[in-house]
């Protein structure tokens, strides 16, 4: 991917441009490779013929089916992408971003890297200043990642290492870790010591359980502002005096879970709050109480 070629002020399309195949509600990724031809279920398209046309523009296949072209968005690379794992969806990444503030110039830890969906998302937030470091317990993520990455032109962003990050890893002072692997509180404690002390903890998780493990280790820590969500997504079916949610679809995909690291290495108890605290922000104090009081 060209990702110089894929900004605003190139309005037509170029010599091995990607591009976006829209037909009714299929799409597809292409490259405009000039003299190669692309083959659909509606007949082929010939790529010579889409150069130096604009974007948006309606063409038609080899059968004489329309279709239209467009640069692709980045979501449109990660929805498409070669996978050996579970992958982290749009919706989930960016409020990833989001919470664990992950911009131009930051040092980013991620563990596992796993088809390095999410990788390339961090990759693409950090910038040529920032830096992303990947780790995962599995070569074959590690290799997946790495091919993703370089489809995307990312690839100097991100240095890879096999590595179980339970056990510890190198990078320091960094500003984010971000966790999508099953036991995240064990990350909790073995990374405290990379992170920045008031750098942003993130962990993505898809069942409950793993949640309260999560939450707990980081208040034990001396984590502060830890908050744990899940966003969920309705695509809507829109007819004219018919519009409800669609029926089909993704419903689950996991919670995210986010703190602040301090220099404690023990839960914050501040004193309790005069009144009730409008936040859900989960304070040591609640977790601990609760703990006490079953049901
Ligand atoms: C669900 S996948 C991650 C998917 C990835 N976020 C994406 O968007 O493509 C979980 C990954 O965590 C890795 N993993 C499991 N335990 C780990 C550990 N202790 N340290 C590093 N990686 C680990 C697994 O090998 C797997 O590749």
Redesign the pocket.
Known sequence: MDLNLNTDSVMNVRPDADLLIVMGRRSYLARATPGSRFHTDLGYIEMSGLIGKPYGTELKTSTGQSFLVLRPAFRDY?EK?S??????YPKD?GAILVWADIREGKRVL????????????LAAAVGESGHVYG????Q??IE??RE?LRMRGLENRVTLEL?????GAKPNQLDALV?????PW??VTSLKGNLRPDGHFLA?V?TMNQVERTVGALLQAGYVRVEAFELIQRFMDAKPNATRPKTAGVFHTGYIISGRNTLLDRPFLPPPPPRPLASETVTSQDFFDSLDKPG
């Not at 780790?135 to 599995?138: K, L």
């Open positions: 990660t992408l996978r050996t794992t579970q992958l982290i990444a991620e563990a596992g890297t796993g088809s390095g969906a999410l990788t390339c998302y780790f995962d317990v599995r074959s993520s997946k990642t993703n590595c179980d990050v339970t056990l966790l999508d692997m099953p036991s064990l990350g993505f898809p």
